[in-house]
């Protein structure tokens, strides 16, 4: 059989997978691989509480290494929570591309956890088959039947940490679309406030007003400024009213 071994790495999100080839006899148990196994040296403290059990069937050892494998799974799903948490947190408050860039990366990085795991379904299902007959006691196959409702847990688990990554990316486009909302607000304001100002400055400015003695004398200009300061003063005071300052 065939196992899949991820090896993260964090900055940038990336999974390299590496197989575990494990081949199983009635007296036998070995394992190929490139890389060393991370927990192997909890599996050989189990091996050894166990000694009786591990030295006449081999599919006791084989139990042990299946559920070390499925614990490295299950610390590496916690700890991708608490990455999810904190990429959420970072999603109402970066707006920037970086940002979005690393978030890309982390929802492939989820997605091939995500895989990774689903892919031992089979395997595992394969031992609770009534016509496979390696493991004859019963009392191992209960062990194998809590690794088979393990791995389902850890594969609902993975699709949940997907769902929740694309929701990261809803946070993260809501942000961005309210960020830009305030801008267009305060640019709307501010084209609120200078367009009475400018009609004011353009009506004082034109020569048909020549004629009017009030407006030429020196307190027109006067005038002028009050209307301004008025009108601008009126119109941030309704944005106020209204709750936009």
């Known amino acids: 059989m065939t196992a899949t071994l991820p090896v993260l790495e964090s900055r940038p999100y ?44 081999s599919a006791f050892f084989l139990y042990i290494v299946l559920d070390e494998l ?34 890309l990366h982390f929802k492939r990085y989820a997605f091939a956890l ?12 394969v031992f609770l088959r009534p016509d496979f007959h390696y493991i004859p006691e019963q009392e191992i196959m209960l062990y194998y039947r809590d690794l088979d409702a393990r791995l389902s847990r850890l594969i609902d688990t993975s699709r949940a940490a997907k769902e929740s990554v694309n929701g990261i990316f809803d946070i993260y486009v809501s942000h961005v679309s309210h960020h830009t909302n305030n801008v267009m607000k305060i640019l709307t304001m501010v084209s609120t406030i200078l367009l009475p100002c400018t009609l004011i400055f353009t009506f004082f400015s034109t020569y048909t007003i ?15 400024v009050l209307s301004v300061v008025c009108v601008s003063g009126t119109v941030l005071w309704r944005f106020r009213h209204k709750g936009w300052l």
């Open 14 to 57: 990336r999974v390299q997978a590496h197989q575990v080839n494990l081949f199983v006899g009635e007296k036998f148990f070995l394992s190929a691989h490139q890389i060393p196994l991370p927990f192997t040296e909890r599996i050989l403290t189990r091996s050894a509480l166990h000694t009786e059990n591990t030295q006449i069937d």
């Open 114 to 125: 995500s895989q990774l795991a689903d892919q031992h379904r089979a395997i595992f299902a």
């Open 210 to 224: 020549q004629d009017i003695p009030l407006l030429t004398h020196r307190i027109g200009f006067a005038v002028m």
């Open 70 to 103: 499925l614990t490295y799974y299950e610390d590496v799903n916690a700890q991708m929570q608490v990455q999810i948490e904190q990429m959420e947190e970072r999603a109402l408050l970066d707006t920037s591309d970086d940002f979005l860039t690393e978030l």
